[in-house]
């Protein structure tokens, strides 16, 4: 996994016991784990998809995964690293099974999904890069915030694409060529 | 290096993917091109600029009543939609306007007719599985099994690698559901809490439209209204169902996709 997602996952012993309760099948505990992911896992599905209501869907999918694959988690890595993956694979998964969606146009409405609390006081630059992303064609929007949002590295993307990894770099390029054209301002 | 060539691996050089030797020739010509300098500084703020973005967004509501109403259902995800062919011809759904050649209906009124064909459809299953739990001449009806009880022997997990942690649920051998700190539960009394965001969110959501009902046009008020009025005897009847069963994951299920449906409806309404 790539580096920018370890550094803040050092499991703790109160996460670890938290899982640990949620494995047992206890829902106040999974609900715990919840609260403290969902954001991140909203932040995920919202820049992949550039459409708040499927995100929302996403992000219940995500949980709801997570507690039914709760039992293969091992604690090899953090719950947090853990469950970004199974929040890629299933965003990804849904994106194929769900063809029709990838031409979707991003509307205005969609935007408003961006701007809840939690946000930078002062979002200006930042609305605007969150704007042009979702903008973005959705391979290429996938592969830049998979690379230079999460970190991940294109040998990664490509393999949970099922891609070659010059075609990858091929969508990064075009995406990030497409976000500089429409930050210009 | 020529130009174009090094053009190519700006994008790998500018984040140092590149390896040492050509690393080392692409620096050599963007030392001597401003160009390429001004390629890469470009590339480097639009690196800056993503690695600035926050890792978190909340999202706009409470996801968890909706997560939560589908744990405590059996492993299959989400009410099926599957059913509503039957369903549907078991009770009439209200259509939201006549067709006319060559009018579409709106985007909106299709989700919520979609919403209504899973709650009808919802509707009917409740009844059949009242049906089944009716005590029958020579013995009691066992319930369709449930894969996994979660209280039982962890959370439920398609394709376990041990068969042994599925075991079936019958009516006459009520499981308990977990609930918080462990207290066994009613999957009724479990998902009370998920029924509390879903009535808080349909409460918000009924007052926005509210605010917006004067934009509407009167048949559209109407139309939603009646389709509401179907929901809300959907919602009424699973809880009906679930007072007399209150350990039915199925109808627990039923009822949190009805909720569920309800919010869908209300939302697509107040966009409009």
Not at chain 1, 140 to 152: C, I, K, N, Q, S
Not at chain 2, 94 to 120: D, E, H, N, S
């Amino acid at each position: 996994m790539a580096t920018m997602l370890a550094e803040s996952d050092a499991p703790t012993a109160a996460a670890d016991l938290t899982v640990r309760r949620a494995q047992q099948g206890d829902v106040a505990a999974f609900e715990k784990l919840y609260r403290d992911n969902v954001d991140r896992v909203f932040a995920l599905c919202l820049r992949m998809t550039g459409d708040g209501a499927k995100a929302e869907e996403l992000t219940q999918d995500v949980f709801v995964r997570a507690w039914e694959k709760l039992a293969t988690f091992e604690g090899k890595s953090a719950f947090s690293t853990w469950l970004h993956r199974l929040a890629v694979n299933v965003v990804l998964g849904g994106r194929r099974a769900d063809g029709i969606r990838i031409g979707k146009v991003f509307s205005t409405d969609d935007l408003e999904a961006y701007e809840t609390p939690g946000r930078p006081p002062d979002p200006g630059q930042a609305m605007d890069l969150e704007r042009a992303i979702a903008k973005l064609p959705p391979g290429a929007r996938t592969v830049f915030v998979l690379h230079d949002v999460e970190g991940y590295k294109h040998e990664e993307i490509a393999e949970l694409h099922g891609l070659a990894v010059g075609t990858c770099k091929a969508q990064l390029h075009r995406a990030r060529r497409l976000l500089r054209e429409a930050l210009e301002r | 290096m020529t130009h174009e060539h090094a053009l190519e691996r700006l994008d790998d050089f500018a984040c140092g993917e590149l390896p040492d030797i050509e690393r080392v020739r692409v620096q050599r010509h963007v030392e001597g091109c401003a160009e390429c300098q001004a390629e890469v500084r470009e590339i480097q703020s639009l690196l800056a600029e993503a690695a600035a973005l926050p890792r978190g967004i909340a999202p706009p509501r409470d996801l968890w009543a909706g997560i939560a109403a589908r744990l405590e259902a059996p492993a299959t995800p989400v009410l099926v939609a599957e059913e509503p062919a039957e369903a549907v011809e078991e009770t009439k759904v209200i259509p939201f306007a006549p067709v006319r050649r060559g009018w579409r209906p709106p985007t909106w009124a299709l989700q919520i007719a979609a919403a209504l064909v899973l709650v009808v459809g919802s509707s009917a299953i409740t009844s059949r599985i009242v049906r089944q739990q009716q005590p029958q001449p020579g013995g009691p009806v066992a319930l369709t099994p449930v894969s996994v009880n979660p209280a039982a022997g962890g959370p439920a997990v398609q394709g376990a690698a041990d068969p042994a942690a599925a075991r079936p649920v019958s009516t006459t051998t009520p499981a308990p559901v977990a609930g918080r700190g462990g207290t066994a539960q009613t999957a009724f009394a479990a998902f009370r809490p998920a029924e509390r965001s879903y009535q808080t969110a349909i409460a918000d959501l009924q007052q926005a439209l509210e605010t917006k009902r004067g934009e509407m046009a009167p048949e559209t008020v109407e139309t939603l209204e009646r389709n509401l009025r179907i929901i809300d005897a959907a919602i009424a009847e699973s809880r009906a169902a679930l007072e007399k069963d209150p350990n039915s994951r199925e109808l627990t299920q039923m009822l949190g996709a009805t909720y569920d449906a309800k919010v869908k409806v209300l939302r697509r309404a107040v966009e409009i």
